[in-house]
């Protein structure tokens, strides 16, 4: 079976800064997608930044990047230039097939 | 269209009543997807449909839970004799699934904040 760990309950980093959320996964398959979604305070899930796992670049958007380690399993985030509006929950998800599978969050804590 | 849509956004109930949640999906998608996030946790996939058509259900929680989609439009999701257990967010996610494509990217509604007293 597909899972999906985030092993930091809650990171926070100073405005501004850059802060690295972790995230391993283990997969069977052999072509799959990772995502990172931001989860606000009530508010909707929303897509970050997915990942081809057949690419070997490492997908970016703006301040978002992801370091993709495909053979230790491990999708990890960067948030470069952290602003408060990145306060949330942010989860790692893996594509299997018709479903996700969901690490259990990391809390991000923004400090001005 | 303005995206994924929930009803209700919350909804408070006492154990023992059926609960009945709606999701209208992004008009052109075919895939509807529901989740279950109980507080401190990752979504637990529940149950999708292709269109009119559920292609997944085993992980419904029990046989007191069920959906439907009978137009391939919205989706409603229905708990029978609600248990305090229930209490949780009831997510909605919408995808467009082209024919031999992996990818599948999918889009959230606000959820369903479900408390069983």
Redesign the interface.
Known sequence: AQT?TQSQPEMSVQEAETVTLSCTYDTSES???LFW?KQPPS?????VI?Q?AYKQQNATENRFSVNFQKAAKSFSLKISDSQLGDAAMY?C?S?S?????????TKLIIKP | DTGVSQDPRHKITKRGQNVTFRCDPISEHNRLYWYRQTLGQGPEFLTYFQNEAQLEKSRLLSDRFSAERPKGSFSTLEIQRTEQGDSAMYLCASSLQDPGTVYNEQFFGPGTRLTVL
């Open positions: 999906v072509d799959y997608y979604y508010r909707q899930m929303i897509l997915r081809e989860f998800a594509d097939n018709y479903q996700l599978i969901w690490g259990a969050g």
